[in-house]
Nanobody
Framework: QVQLVESGGGLVQAGGSLTLSCAAS????????LGWFRQAPGKEREFVAT????????YYADSVKGRFTISRDNAKNTVYLQMNSLKPEDTAVYYC????????????????WGQGTQVTVSS
């Protein structure tokens, strides 16, 4: 059973930074594309960023492009999301997920999810 565990969320002022981490419990980590999604209260879960198996390719939602950076360390079975210049509208629960193939921005293409970590950005 694959387990993904996020950490690093918290409360930060607008303009600040946070780095989220997501550790996987099983091997074969480098076999899969990974992604970050987020869900704000009352809203649907939305795509944030994705990274290919060995980190050569990344893709971001327009809302975070230039501010967020996704990276991975396959030796540590961990994926990261560096978030800079945070805005109040970035407030959400952030989830990491492992892709099962398919459209990289669709949550339906990801078959394993972490429990989420709360990010709150105050104005």
């Amino acid at each position: 059973q694959v387990q993904l565990v996020e950490s690093g969320g918290g409360l930060v002022q607008a303009g600040g930074s946070l780095t989220l981490s997501c550790a996987a419990s099983v091997g074969g980590f480098s076999t899969y594309n990974l992604g970050w999604f987020r869900q704000a209260p009352g809203k649907e879960r939305e795509f944030v960023a994705t990274i290919s198996r060995y980190g050569a390719s990344t893709y971001y939602a327009d809302s975070v492009k230039g501010r967020f950076t996704i990276s991975r360390d396959n030796a540590k079975n961990t994926v990261y999301l560096q978030m800079n210049s945070l805005k109040p509208e970035d407030t959400a629960v952030y989830y990491c997920a492992r892709s099962g193939g398919g459209e990289i921005t669709s949550s339906g293409s990801y078959n394993y999810w972490g429990q989420g970590t709360q990010v709150t950005v105050s104005s």
